[in-house]
Nanobody, 125 residues
């Protein structure tokens, strides 16, 4: 499973950004997907989760009401729409895949086997 995260960049506080996670070598229908973020010196933080069929999502309290996760299995892609971004959202964002029905703690990095390379999001104040 190869995951490619993209869409990061520099954005002003209050602005929006959409991250994409494209998969190759596998059909994403069989995988739950999580978005995580990490800043230097801190552990990787779970941001959002979506089940393989898109019926169940979870988000960290810090992004609820601002970030929305979605997926288009026909395009083999998962998205993270980031609205009303804040400087504290600055991080490298990763997408990760876990076998469907095997991810028990949605926002725990330990539940995911496959990881993309990350895309940097920088929010200026």
């Amino acid at each position: 499973v190869q995951l490619q995260a993209s869409g990061g960049g520099l954005v002003q506080a209050g602005g929006s950004l959409r991250l994409s996670c494209a998969a190759s070598g596998v059909t994403l229908d069989y995988y739950d997907i999580g978005w995580f973020r990490q800043v230097p010196g801190k552990p990787r933080e779970g941001v959002s989760y979506i089940s393989s069929n898109g019926m169940h999502t979870e988000s960290a309290d810090s992004v609820k009401g601002r970030f929305t996760i979605s997926r288009d299995n026909a395009k083999n892609t998962v998205y993270l729409q980031m609205n009303s971004v804040r400087p504290e959202d600055t991080a490298v964002y990763f997408c990760a895949a876990g076998q469907r029905d095997q991810v028990e703690v949605a926002l725990s990095a330990d539940e995911y086997r496959y990881w993309g390379q990350g895309t940097l999001v920088t929010v200026s104040s």
